[in-house]
């Protein structure tokens, strides 16, 4: 088992800036992809940014030059610095950990509200 605990999450006004952080704990595969998902009120989860325990990077093209993903793999713990913050990034926050090629090895945690007043 894993476990995730976000923390960082809150309001703040447009073009401000937020850090949200993800500690994973338990049985940590040594190869494995972090990342953040967001889901606003009505609509589906998606992907805001994902990392690998290699560095590798992806982001949603709605958020690429403003979000930005790292990761300690020391800490196990993975990291979204979002800065010039807009009202359509209001949503709540998950972290997932997951290995591609083992299915059953896919966690999240609990989210984290991100509120993005105009």
């Known amino acids: 088992q894993v476990q995730l605990v976000e923390s960082g999450g809150g309001l703040v006004q447009a073009g401000g800036s937020l850090r949200l952080s993800c500690a994973a704990s338990?049985?940590?595969?040594?190869?494995?992809?972090m990342g953040w998902y967001r889901q606003a009120p009505g609509k589906q989860r998606e992907l805001a940014a994902s990392?690998?325990?290699?560095?590798?990077?992806n982001y949603a093209d709605s958020v690429k030059g403003r979000f930005t993903v790292s990761r300690d793999n020391n800490k196990n713990t993975v990291y979204l610095q979002m800065s010039s913050l807009k009202p359509e990034d209001t949503a709540v926050y998950y972290c997932?950990?997951?290995?591609?090629?083992?299915?059953?090895?896919?966690?999240w945690g609990q989210g984290t509200q991100v509120t993005v007043s105009s």
């Open positions: 990392i690998s325990s290699g560095g590798s990077t």
């Open positions: 338990g049985r940590i595969f040594p190869s494995n992809v």
């Open positions: 997932r950990i997951h290995v591609p090629w083992e299915s059953e090895y896919d966690y």
